[in-house]
């Protein structure tokens, strides 16, 4: 392995703070796309070229050029967007999108379907109101997590203002952003120090990504991230200050056993007043210590795995002038949101909505994005997008709850019964994702209609068991904490993962590989019937299937690939 710098190092190095030769393909038009060097760039911008692949083999027959859009990722940390602002997106989207809004499972949304011509009006739409893209993709921090947890109203308003305050601090000050997209006066010449401060000119080795946690909810799956904070409250219930959590990441590849899922280590706790330095500290460790030739390797959790957790630590103590206490006791029960309302302030109710698999469009007899629409017209408040890929509508007045709860309902947009669909999450894969190696959000409702037959022929409809499914190894829906976890391998055949923790500490293990749709369920019915048959009482199917003896524990990500104990089959 060489230690050059690769060749994404040099493209930032190159690009004089993101601008590359952006401007310049946007006024080309013989093409729909870009050139290969400013298709990585444009991921800061928070877009990425994309081609519609349903359309692929007819559009080669034909001699045409692929069928080229892009995709915009806004940024909104915390996933909390007011109704105007989600107006505005749904306007963008029927107006230069596919007339859909993808939730995602890092509390943003996602336009697909916009044509080159079209991306300088679309963010300029989006920029009246105050809602943006940069840095919602890239080599950058992206989109902070912050638990939506509708029951925990005082300590979400807590969360969410830290979740602000590490995105601002993090975001990219580059003027690139606002001179492309917006028709900013060009800022040249000016010093490093002052255009990237915490940056500088080749950003960070990979991408980045922090998450803020509340418990008893985790939501926000805060061991999948680089950095996490968990809320730990005194007894008037204010928070105390925040156990920081370092180093987990879910991204693999099939075959490259040294490439792995990694759950988060605890580092410390840390006094609200310096959750931000350790943010910014954390970040420029990473930012010098991470692997800048490999990108398969550049993640934090390889830094850690190779630098050791210790060190790591003293390293950010270091920087931030902040000596971290040891972590305090929390408990987390569920990954999972809690559907219907709950009670807030002031009389008010937070309904929280199930969008399966994030995608939010009309189709015959549900036609969910002309409901959301009309929602967000009714309530004046905010939404708010929840890690699962779902939306809560927050602060509703009493006297309109009835008319939101109706028109929620009479799209299918309450709860299903189900506890596996409850709890099921996809990645979008097939038709835009260009690393998708089999379908996910267009296949996991109909697996699920399946495996929802033989749960109940053994009485288990009801009970909350994780599901999650993914086109590839990236890991996008966080498959490898989930309960039963599918990742594509080849069109129609997905490797099964069970053994992961239903509270989002435990990592999961392959249990059998290149299945196919048929052979997904008769692999799993058997465990399924010993589950209702054999569990104690309160067991949840991941803790199940290991105690069981179906796998074996993963302890943590270096141990993801062994297949350590035996198998039982049946
Ligand atoms: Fe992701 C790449 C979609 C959350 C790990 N992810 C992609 C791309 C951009 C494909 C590409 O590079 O060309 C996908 C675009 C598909 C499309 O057509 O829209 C994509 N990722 C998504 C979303 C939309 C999935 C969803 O269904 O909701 C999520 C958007 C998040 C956001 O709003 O910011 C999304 N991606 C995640 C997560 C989960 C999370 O962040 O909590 C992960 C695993 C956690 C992690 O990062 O370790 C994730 N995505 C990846 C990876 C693997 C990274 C790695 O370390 O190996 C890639 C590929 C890459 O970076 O090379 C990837
Ligand atoms: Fe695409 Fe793979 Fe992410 Fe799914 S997991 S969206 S297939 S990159």
Known sequence: MTDEPSRNERIKEASDYLRGTLAEGLREEVTGAIVEDDQQLVKFH???????????????????????????????????????????????????????????????????????????????????????????????????????????????????????????????????YREIWLDGEKIAGREEAVVEPIYGKTYLPRKFKIVVAVPPSNDVDIFAHDLGYIAIRDAAGTIAGWNVTVGGGMGMTHGEPDTYPRTADLMGFCAPKDAVAIAEAVVTVQRDWGNRSNRKHARLKYTIEDRGLDAFRAEVERRAGVKLEAAKPFTFTSTGDRYGWSQGTEGRGHLTLFVENGRIHDVAGKAQFAALHKIAQINEGEFRITANQNLIVADVPTDKQAEVERIAREVGLLAPWSGLRRNAMACVALPTCGLALAESERYLPDLVTSLDKSLAAHGLSADDIVIRMTGCPNGCARPYLAEIGLVGKGPGRYNLYLGAAYDGSRLSKLYAEDVEDAGIVSALDPIFAAYASEREKGERFGDFTIRAGFIARTSNGADFHKNTGAKRTT
């Open 46 to 176: 928070g877009m990425y070229l994309q081609d519609d692949r349903d359309l692929r083999s007819e559009r080669t027959r034909k001699k045409m050029e692929k069928a080229f859009s892009f995709m915009i990722r806004v940024r909104i940390p915390g996933g909390v967007i007011t109704t105007a602002q989600w107006l505005a997106l749904d306007h963008v989207s029927r107006t230069y999108g596919n007339n859909t809004m993808r939730l995602t499972t890092r509390q943003t949304v996602q336009l697909h379907g916009i044509i080159k011509s079209n991306l300088k009006s679309t963010l300029k739409e989006i920029d009246q109101v105050l809602l943006g893209s940069i840095a919602a993709c890239g080599d950058v921090n992206r989109n902070v997590m912050c638990g939506a947890n509708p029951d925990e109203s005082a300590a979400h308003a807590e969360a969410l203002e830290l979740a602000r305050a590490i995105s601002d601090h993090l975001t990219p000050q580059t003027p690139a």
